[in-house]
């Protein structure tokens, strides 16, 4: 039975919280208000999504790289992203422009991608100290977690990588249906916000 620990209520507030906003704005559209309803929709939809595009733009690069398995090219972009939010601390509080799911600092995630970049290329070492390190800004971040497992089961570590994946399905990150889905909707922005 799924926990009620943070990952697991954004993820059920997450639908809901878009159907509100989808029929407050469809309210606003049939109650005699003219086009605000739609006017407060596409602002809903493509300020916050521009303004973050921009102030983001290597993390959703790499995102994108990612996504289209060219690893090795996408660990420049976060690497840049990094420095450039560890130089700029008030960027971390454009994350709140997306529904966050898994963490809410954008500095962890990046930490987190890099790791699995670094995993996907073979080295490990390098993505095991990102991961860590991911989880030292955010110990709860259970997608960080999951990719330490990983690590391990590839190690052949098999009791680190059990507890690992327990741990990661306790923070809330399961790698089923759900989780799959959303990893596909932050690829989908990566590839549009990463152009």
């Not at 507030?13 to 989808?22: M, R």
Request: aromatic share 10%; proline share 3%; glycine share 10%.
């Amino acid at each position: 039975m799924q926990r009620f620990n943070a990952t697991f209520i954004r993820k059920l507030l997450y639908p809901v919280g878009i159907l509100a906003l989808l029929v407050g704005c469809f309210a606003l559209m049939t109650v005699g208000s003219g086009g605000w309803g739609l006017l407060a929709l596409l602002f809903l939809v493509l300020v916050p999504g521009r303004i973050q595009g921009a102030a983001f733009r290597d993390f959703f690069r790499g995102r994108r790289l990612f996504a289209e398995g060219k690893f090795e090219e996408s660990i420049p972009h976060f690497e840049r992203f990094l420095a450039r939010v560890r130089r700029r601390p008030a960027l971390r509080h454009l994350i709140w422009l997306q529904w966050t799911v898994y963490t809410a600092d954008i500095e962890a995630m990046t930490l987190n991608n890099l790791g699995a970049a670094r995993m996907q290329t073979g080295d490990m070492d390098a993505a095991e100290r990102d991961l860590n390190e991911a989880l030292r800004v955010d110990p709860r971040y259970g997608v960080a977690v999951y990719n330490l497992h990983v690590i391990a089961t590839t190690r052949g570590d098999e009791a680190l990588a059990e507890r690992l994946l327990a741990d990661a399905h306790r923070l809330g990150y399961t790698g089923g249906q759900v989780d799959e889905v959303i990893q596909r909707a932050m690829a989908g922005l990566a590839r549009l916000e990463g152009r």
